[in-house]
């Protein structure tokens, strides 16, 4: 059937006055302007899945970027494929890269890497590909749900696909550890697909609880999804609150089995959390961060029309502390008290306002730095699964009104195509950024020259061009390039121990051994949990042969954390350089008790048992075994 695109608005007009028509228990309004069936629309799932093609293809071809290497190729849990399934679920999310507790439970995503690296293959392709295949089953289910939602085929479609090309939704596509957030969002799709299948049998409702556990393994956002159902249920279908609540039991059920895992899982108690990741860490408590966490919540509602110069950093000092009485502040309150009352006057005529307000709110609760601080003071990604509402809710207004706008339905409908070109535009060109992370921290430079991280990482751009080169002149201009950047990070946040700790590698290139040193011991008066810096000037104590030196920071290092690879490798280095062989013996063995794949601990032992020791046959042994670890 051929369809002329500039009638579509005509249609939506006619079937919003029938939807308006049912909640009045008036006749409904006679659609004369195309006939039109369910079977005419079976491909705008194709048309959202091929606008993602389009959008996305180019992502197949891009590197690790960012933080995938901690979920990827740094990860020794992920890596293992299948063999390390079991590990993924029984250990904390960092755990498998940093071998330390943390206080995030996401299986889910680092299952699926696993899986996707034994099946096809370690490589940046393989997990974009499937990112992009998440993402088109995301897009597909939302508009699905949208038409349980008693929206029509043609709004359904309008909604899905202003949200499938949004350029907010560039950083969960393109980075490969954002998969986190499409999971928890495909996860609350199936189940939300599943609570209003008109089949209400057992099979759909462990589809739904299927769902709901999918989101959970993947994000905590997920613990705000058990609201959503049941709020669209009461709103929509005017369903009674007695019948909700016997319709919630499974998925409480299902929360209660989450976090008995949970609990038996060893996590951190603490985030860590420092000024540096959230800037709100300088409010003193809910009552003083809730003007900036408010003003947050408009900014995103504002990137959300207007998203242009985007930035895959919002930290300290890129957003401005807010009091009760500063300006942006009460503008901010007065929008939202607006569209408030807007909800409360429309909502009963488009209960879907409510819904995508509701929705709005509620995922966005976890990140909004209202209820509890997070780990990050504002991101790209925390839009993910908000967005989604506030697309019904734009929509929803434009459904209350659409017979009051002044333009004709025909340049409401060009209008929309513009939209969606300027859209698709910026998500194409934001793409790119992800390529690698030279892009990335040239673009963070660029969109957040006031941030302390960019800053940092653009510096560490630098360092990373400088340290494989071999003209001397060449490398010293880049090197003095990458400590100016440092530099600017530390002005803006003095303690940042990590720029602090780069600092130290910038002047070891350069041969500044002063200088790295106190770069080093700056890192660690910032944050005395910062076993790394004490590393790193142990050995700069080591190539100097002061080993007894390096044996009190590395020993210093253990109190901090006794189960790192290269605090004990390196300590047995210090030993063996003070001829304490046995001392440096034990310290190899725990090296190669921490990490069995390294060849490092087991050459040492060999070279103490043949060259120190004497010991011929032990020196074979061990040569024996580091042929094994090559294998």
Same mark, same amino acid.
């Given at each position: 059937?051929?369809?002329?695109?500039?009638?579509?608005?005509?249609?939506?007009?006619?079937?919003?006055?029938?939807?308006?028509? $049912?909640?009045?228990?008036? *006749?409904?309004?006679? &659609?004369?302007?195309?006939?039109?069936?369910?079977?005419?629309?079976?491909?705008?799932?194709?048309?959202?899945?091929?606008?993602?093609?389009?959008?996305?293809?180019?992502?197949?071809?891009?590197?690790?970027?960012?933080?995938?290497?901690?979920?990827?190729?740094?990860?020794? #849990?992920?890596?293992?494929?299948?063999?390390?399934?079991?590990?993924?679920?029984?250990?904390?999310?960092?755990?498998?890269?940093? *071998?330390?507790?943390?206080?995030?439970?996401?299986?889910?995503?680092?299952?699926?890497?696993?899986?996707?690296?034994?099946?096809?293959?370690?490589?940046?392709?393989?997990?974009?590909?499937?990112?992009?295949?998440?993402?088109?089953?995301?897009?597909?289910?939302? #508009?699905?749900?949208?038409?349980?939602?008693?929206?029509?085929? &043609?709004?359904?479609?309008?909604?899905?696909?202003?949200?499938?090309?949004?350029?907010?939704?560039?950083?969960?596509?393109?980075?490969?550890?954002?998969?986190?957030?499409?999971?928890?969002?495909?996860?609350?799709?199936?189940?939300?697909?599943?609570?209003?299948?008109?089949?209400?049998?057992?099979?759909?409702?462990?589809?739904?609880?299927?769902?709901?556990?999918?989101?959970?393994?993947?994000?905590?956002?997920?613990? /705000?999804?058990?609201?959503? !159902?049941?709020?669209?249920?009461?709103? /929509?279908?005017?369903?009674?609150?007695?019948?909700? @609540?016997?319709?919630? %039991?499974?998925?409480?059920?299902?929360?209660?089995?989450?976090?008995?895992?949970?609990?038996?899982?060893?996590?951190?108690?603490?985030?860590?959390?420092?000024?540096?990741?959230?800037?709100?860490?300088?409010?003193?408590?809910?009552?003083?961060?809730?003007?900036?966490?408010?003003?947050?919540?408009?900014?995103?509602?504002?990137?959300?029309?207007?998203?242009?110069?985007?930035?895959?950093?919002?930290?300290?000092?890129?957003?401005?502390?807010?009091?009760?009485?500063?300006?942006?502040?009460?503008?901010?309150?007065?929008?939202?008290?607006?569209?408030?009352?807007?909800?409360?006057?429309?909502? $009963?005529?488009?209960?879907?306002?409510?819904?995508?307000?509701?929705?709005?709110?509620?995922?966005?609760?976890?990140?909004?730095?209202?209820?509890?601080?997070?780990?990050?003071?504002?991101?790209?990604?925390?839009?993910?699964?908000?967005?989604?509402?506030?697309?019904?809710?734009?929509?929803?207004?434009?459904?209350?009104?659409?017979?009051?706008?002044?333009?004709?339905?025909?340049?409401?409908?060009?209008?929309?195509?513009?939209?969606?070109?300027?859209?698709?535009?910026?998500?194409?060109?934001?793409?790119?950024?992800? $390529?690698?992370?030279?892009?990335?921290?040239?673009?963070?430079?660029?969109?957040?020259?006031?941030?302390?991280?960019?800053?940092?990482?653009?510096?560490?751009?630098?360092?990373?061009?400088?340290?494989?080169?071999?003209?001397?002149?060449?490398?010293?201009?880049?090197?003095?390039?990458?400590?100016?950047?440092?530099?600017? @990070?530390?002005?803006?946040? !003095?303690?940042?121990?990590?720029?602090?700790?780069?600092?130290?590698?910038?002047?070891?290139?350069?041969?500044?051994?002063?200088?790295?040193?106190?770069? #080093?011991?700056? *890192?660690?008066? /910032?944050?005395?949990?910062?076993?790394?810096?004490?590393?790193?000037?142990?050995?700069?104590?080591?190539?100097?042969?002061?080993?007894?030196?390096?044996?009190?920071?590395?020993?210093?290092?253990?109190? %901090?954390?006794?189960?790192? #690879?290269?605090?004990?490798?390196?300590?047995?280095?210090?030993?063996?350089?003070?001829?304490?062989?046995?001392?440096? &013996?034990? /310290?190899?063995?725990?090296?190669?008790?921490?990490?069995?794949?390294?060849?490092? !601990? &087991?050459?040492?032992?060999?070279?103490?048992?043949?060259?120190?020791?004497? $010991?011929?046959?032990?020196?074979?042994?061990?040569?024996?075994?580091?042929?094994?670890?090559?294998?």
């Amino acid at each position: 059937m051929k369809i002329n695109f500039l009638y579509t608005f005509d249609t939506i007009f006619v079937e919003t006055q029938t939807m308006h028509a $049912k909640a009045k228990n008036q *006749a409904p309004v006679k &659609i004369d302007t195309f006939k039109v069936t369910s079977s005419n629309y079976w491909y705008f799932p194709v048309i959202l899945g091929f606008a993602i093609l389009i959008l996305y293809g180019q992502t197949t071809s891009f590197d690790y970027c960012g933080d995938d290497v901690l979920v990827t190729t740094g990860n020794q #849990y992920v890596k293992q494929g299948f063999g390390g399934i079991k590990k993924i679920f029984s250990h904390s999310y960092m755990h498998g890269y940093t *071998a330390e507790a943390d206080p995030l439970y996401r299986p889910m995503p680092l299952l699926t890497y696993a899986i996707e690296g034994q099946l096809f293959g370690f490589s940046p392709k393989t997990h974009h590909v499937w990112n992009i295949i998440y993402y088109i089953f995301c897009c597909i289910s939302f #508009y699905y749900f949208l038409k349980k939602l008693q929206f029509t085929h &043609i709004i359904s479609f309008a909604i899905a696909l202003l949200f499938t090309i949004h350029p907010l939704h560039t950083e969960v596509v393109s980075n490969i550890k954002s998969r986190d957030e499409i999971l928890a969002f495909l996860g609350l799709l199936i189940m939300l697909n599943a609570y209003f299948n008109q089949k209400q049998s057992l099979l759909w409702k462990c589809i739904g609880v299927f769902g709901f556990f999918i989101a959970l393994l993947s994000k905590e956002i997920a613990l /705000s999804f058990i609201a959503i !159902p049941l709020l669209i249920d009461h709103f /929509s279908f005017k369903t009674d609150w007695k019948i909700l @609540a016997k319709k919630t %039991v499974p998925y409480l059920v299902t929360l209660g089995f989450f976090l008995i895992i949970r609990f038996t899982i060893d996590l951190s108690n603490t985030d860590k959390l420092t000024l540096l990741e959230n800037s709100l860490m300088q409010c003193n408590g809910i009552i003083d961060r809730f003007p900036t966490a408010f003003y947050i919540l408009f900014k995103y509602l504002v990137l959300f029309i207007f998203p242009f110069n985007l930035s895959y950093d919002y930290s300290y000092n890129q957003i401005p502390i807010q009091s009760y009485f500063s300006f942006p502040f009460v503008l901010c309150l007065l929008a939202f008290i607006g569209m408030v009352y807007y909800v409360f006057k429309y909502f $009963k005529t488009t209960p879907s306002l409510a819904i995508g307000a509701l929705w709005f709110l509620i995922t966005i609760s976890i990140t909004s730095n209202i209820i509890f601080l997070t780990g990050a003071t504002m991101a790209e990604r925390f839009m993910f699964t908000p967005s989604a509402g506030i697309s019904i809710f734009i929509f929803a207004v434009f459904l209350t009104h659409h017979d009051k706008i002044p333009f004709s339905k025909k340049y409401q409908t060009i209008l929309y195509a513009i939209v969606l070109v300027l859209f698709s535009i910026s998500t194409y060109t934001r793409n790119k950024v992800w $390529k690698n992370d030279k892009e990335l921290f040239i673009s963070g430079i660029q969109s957040a020259p006031e941030s302390a991280r960019t800053n940092m990482f653009y510096g560490r751009y630098f360092y990373n061009e400088a340290k494989p080169m071999t003209n001397i002149q060449q490398k010293s201009i880049l090197l003095d390039s990458a400590i100016l950047y440092y530099q600017k @990070a530390l002005r803006i946040y !003095p303690k940042f121990h990590v720029a602090h700790h780069f600092l130290g590698w910038a002047y070891r290139e350069k041969n500044m051994k002063n200088e790295e040193k106190i770069a #080093y011991k700056n *890192a660690y008066e /910032s944050d005395t949990s910062y076993y790394p810096a004490l590393i790193s000037l142990s050995i700069a104590e080591l190539k100097q042969e002061n080993f007894i030196e390096a044996i009190r920071l590395l020993e210093k290092s253990k109190t %901090v954390n006794e189960n790192s #690879y290269d605090t004990n490798y390196n300590l047995g280095l210090a030993f063996r350089g003070n001829k304490q062989y046995q001392e440096a &013996i034990s /310290s190899y063995l725990k090296a190669h008790q921490i990490n069995p794949a390294r060849e490092e !601990p &087991i050459s040492q032992l060999i070279k103490i048992y043949r060259d120190d020791l004497n $010991k011929l046959d032990s020196a074979l042994y061990y040569n024996e075994l580091i042929k094994k670890i090559k294998r």
